[in-house]
């Protein structure tokens, strides 16, 4: 068997080297032609004048020469980029030399992340797409995938809040709550994960759970029974693509300072009582003070370790562990009103 270590050092006799590692079996002519044709297309292209593709820059090798950034010449896609840990998250796979494509309901909100991407010297574009949408959500990756490439790095990023009994809660909002939170994960999978494969050359998806996927508190049924599907998700899929070299990786956020408080609906009380609901989790929010920005430089180093599972606050593990540990401890914690 012909090993990859055994080209490591080919660097050090030719000033003009390209070296991709794909994923197949043991001989790639038969298991993957299609990569293999793709891959000596493109160079053979590059050699004859053309502009080399993303894959073949990545796939240069320059004897010598400084360590790059783990993400220089990578296409990161980030959904629910707008604000909060979707906009931390493109700037930080930004500084990390990644190109950036950044989508969210809100367009103006995709475009101010974009600028501050570009203020980092990365590559970047926004889009307005709505996840709950499959077939925006498809047709946003057609679009992308066109004209940047097919994402190296994918993060589900979207979601909204919601509080309330769930027998106050009308069917229309717990199905809102679903077709954004899971089902905007989905769709972004679905949409993505199929190139990601054909392509040959590994990646990472990183879909958005929550705390509240391990902690059940009594008034939190939609928002919490949506996390724990994208937990459970992930896991799936996980499996499904470990052959393929693609990753996938469930983040377990805790208390984030983000506007999620701001803006999540309660249900079943006035409009005055939600205001004043979300003015006081909001101000917990902020006197926690864990801002969107760790949480960013945690999916970036979830990315690069193939995490699995990725808890980030304190709170996150210790109901993580929790969970495991005392789960009849935890029933009787998520009896406790908290709103």
Same mark, same amino acid.
């Given at each position: 068997?012909?090993?990859p270590?055994?080209?490591?050092?080919?660097?050090?006799?030719?000033?003009?080297?390209?070296?991709?590692?794909?994923?197949s079996?043991?001989?790639?002519?038969?298991?993957?032609?299609?990569? $293999?044709?793709?891959?000596?297309?493109?160079?053979?292209? =590059?050699?004859?004048?053309?502009?080399?593709?993303?894959? $073949?820059?990545?796939?240069?090798? =320059?004897?010598?020469?400084? #360590?790059?950034?783990?993400?220089?010449?990578?296409?990161?896609?980030?959904?629910?980029?707008?604000?909060?840990?979707?906009?931390?998250?493109?700037?930080?796979?930004?500084?990390?030399?990644?190109?950036?494509?950044?989508?969210?309901?809100?367009?103006?909100?995709?475009?101010?992340?974009?600028a501050?991407?570009?203020? $980092?010297?990365?590559?970047? =574009? @926004?889009?307005?797409?709505?996840?709950?949408?499959?077939?925006?959500?498809?047709?946003f990756?057609?679009?992308?995938?066109? &004209?940047?490439?097919?994402?190296?790095?994918?993060?589900?990023?979207?979601g909204?809040?919601?509080?309330?009994?769930?027998?106050?809660?009308?069917?229309?909002?717990f199905?809102?709550?679903?077709?954004?939170?899971?089902?905007?994960?989905?769709?972004?999978?679905?949409?993505?994960?199929?190139?990601?494969?054909?392509?040959?050359?590994?990646?990472?998806?990183?879909? $958005?759970?929550?705390?509240?996927?391990?902690?059940?508190?009594?008034?939190?049924?939609?928002?919490?029974?949506? &996390?724990?599907?994208?937990?459970?998700?992930?896991?799936?899929?996980?499996?499904?693509?470990?052959?393929?070299?693609?990753?996938?990786?469930?983040?377990?956020?805790?208390?984030?300072?983000?506007?999620?408080?701001?803006?999540t609906?309660?249900?079943?009380?006035?409009?005055?009582?939600? @205001?004043? &609901?979300?003015?006081?989790?909001?101000?917990?929010?902020?006197?926690?003070?864990?801002?969107p920005?760790?949480?960013? #430089?945690q999916?970036? #180093?979830?990315?690069?370790?193939? #995490? !699995?599972?990725? !808890?980030?606050?304190?709170?996150?593990?210790?109901?993580?562990?929790?969970?495991?540990?005392?789960?009849?401890?935890?029933?009787?914690?998520?009896?406790?009103?908290?709103?």
């Amino acid at each position: 068997a012909v090993r990859p270590s055994g080209y490591d050092d080919y660097g050090r006799h030719t000033d003009r080297l390209w070296r991709r590692d794909v994923s197949s079996g043991h001989w790639v002519p038969f298991s993957r032609p299609a990569l $293999l044709a793709r891959a000596v297309t493109e160079l053979a292209d =590059h050699l004859e004048g053309a502009e080399p593709s993303r894959d $073949l820059r990545r796939a240069e090798v =320059h004897a010598g020469a400084a #360590k790059s950034r783990p993400f220089d010449d990578r296409l990161v896609v980030v959904t629910g980029g707008g604000s909060g840990i979707g906009r931390e998250t493109a700037l930080a796979f930004a500084r990390e030399g990644a190109e950036v494509v950044v989508c969210d309901r809100n367009l103006a909100s995709a475009k101010e992340t974009s600028a501050l991407v570009s203020e $980092l010297g990365a590559e970047s =574009h @926004a889009y307005a797409v709505d996840v709950s949408d499959e077939a925006a959500m498809t047709a946003f990756a057609e679009k992308v995938m066109a &004209k940047h490439g097919v994402p190296d790095v994918l993060v589900n990023n979207a979601g909204i809040g919601q509080a309330g009994a769930f027998l106050n809660t009308t069917s229309e909002e717990f199905q809102r709550v679903l077709d954004i939170n899971l089902n905007g994960v989905v769709y972004g999978c679905r949409a993505f994960a199929p190139a990601m494969v054909a392509r040959g050359e590994g990646g990472q998806i990183v879909n $958005l759970s929550s705390l509240a996927a391990f902690s059940p508190q009594r008034a939190m049924g939609a928002y919490a029974t949506s &996390k724990a599907a994208v937990l459970m998700f992930s896991e799936c899929l996980r499996a499904e693509l470990a052959h393929t070299g693609i990753g996938v990786t469930a983040v377990c956020p805790g208390v984030v300072n983000t506007n999620i408080v701001a803006t999540t609906q309660f249900t079943g009380v006035s409009a005055e009582d939600e @205001a004043a &609901k979300q003015a006081r989790f909001d101000a917990v929010y902020q006197r926690r003070n864990y801002g969107p920005d760790k949480v960013a #430089k945690q999916i970036v #180093k979830g990315v690069l370790k193939d #995490k !699995p599972l990725l !808890p980030v606050t304190p709170e996150s593990y210790q109901g993580y562990y929790m969970q495991r540990l005392a789960p009849g401890l935890v029933r009787r914690f998520a009896r406790l009103d908290v709103l």
